[in-house]
């Protein structure tokens, strides 16, 4: 059984950092993409970062690019995402995303087969 687990979220101020990680278990993806998504109180999902299998090929949404870094370590099947600068408007669920086959994009809820349960990140202004 496949499980993605994140871990790292929590309260920080405005302007702090938080780094987020997601273990995976049930099956290796250090050949397939791994993201994050984040939801917003009252919002829909939104895409936040994504990296391809090989390290390269990295994706940021406009509102965290400058300011978040995804990585990942294959040999432990785990994807991190370094928070830095953050603002009240980044407060969210984050979801950690992972797939089992080959597709053309990184960005959309559907390009993924595997969703984490979530972890809550609250910035205080």
């Known amino acids: 059984q496949v499980q993605l687990v994140e871990s790292g979220g929590g309260l920080v101020q405005a302007g702090g950092s938080l780094r987020l990680s997601c273990a995976a278990s049930?099956?290796?993806?250090?050949?397939?993409?791994m993201g994050w998504f984040r939801q917003a109180p009252g919002k829909e999902r939104e895409f936040a970062a994504a990296?391809?299998?090989?390290?390269?090929?990295?994706l940021y949404a406009d509102s965290v690019k400058g300011r978040f870094t995804i990585s990942r370590d294959n040999a432990k099947n785990t994807v991190y995402l370094q928070m830095n600068s953050l603002r009240p408007e980044d407060t969210a669920v984050y979801y950690c995303?992972?797939?089992?086959?080959?597709?053309?994009?990184?960005?959309?809820?559907?390009?993924?087969?595997?969703w984490g349960q979530g972890t809550q990140v609250t910035v205080s202004s």
């Open positions: 995303v992972a797939r089992s086959r080959q597709r053309a994009g990184v960005s959309g809820p559907d390009d993924y087969d595997y």
């Open positions: 049930g099956r290796t993806f250090s050949r397939y993409a």
């Open positions: 990296m391809r299998w090989y390290g390269g090929g990295i």
